[in-house]
């Protein structure tokens, strides 16, 4: 069985301070490592393909969350096939009235990765929560945490 790699993050800027107060955990981002780069929503860019690196060094705190998958494979080419779509703004907003927020053809960083798993026949929570998950959500799963080093 091979496993996938979630790579979650935080900045000290004021967007990921809403998103961890909001959301009640410690991490403002998820995103899907893919061999040496992450596929992640980003508000600015929307989704795509970033260096890993990148994503760490940008980050105040990282973690890996290894996930066992005997699907791997669909699941990055789900994640992949999403590359270039917009980001959800109402996802940010979405956070403080608690509805299933996502607009069509637009992802949040949280709700790629629970669509992600969902489309390749590995959810990681409830169908009906896909589209209103939060980065807190997925960093309650329990699988492996692995920390990173942001020397």
Sequence with gaps: MKHLHLLFTTTNLPLSLLIRVRAGGPFSHVALVDGDQVIEAVAGHGVRAAPLTTAITRASRAALMRIPSHNADQVLAAARSQIGKRYDWSGIAGLGI??????????????????????????????????????????????????????
């Design 98 to 151: 608690n509805r299933d927020w996502q607009e069509a053809g637009a992802w949040f960083c949280s709700e790629l990765i629970a669509w992600s798993f969902d489309s390749a026949g590995q959810p990681l929570i409830r169908r009906d929560s896909v589209h209103a998950v939060t980065p807190q959500n997925l960093w309650v799963l329990p699988h492996e945490i692995i920390p990173v080093s942001l020397q």
